[in-house]
């Protein structure tokens, strides 16, 4: 599924098009993927998008908040 962004794959897709968008604009984000737990709700395991923005903008605080 293309859309599923809670997959390790979508995750990797959604981390890549926040990093180029930024990146187009000059600015550096920090993202990790974080691994989460089964949920039964999903049936599956997810994969968690951190990042170091506030309000989906970059800070300039490089620390890592993941």
Do not use: H
Not at 29 to 35: F, G, H, T
């Amino acid at each position: 599924m293309n859309s599923d962004y809670c997959t390790r794959e979508g995750a990797e897709r959604i981390k890549q098009q926040i990093e180029d968008y930024w990146a187009e604009r000059g600015r550096k984000v920090s993202i990790n993927l974080i691994k989460g737990g089964f949920l039964a709700s999903m049936r599956s395991a997810r994969t968690d998008v951190r990042s170091n923005m506030v309000n989906g903008v970059p800070t300039t605080n490089t620390e890592n908040f993941a």
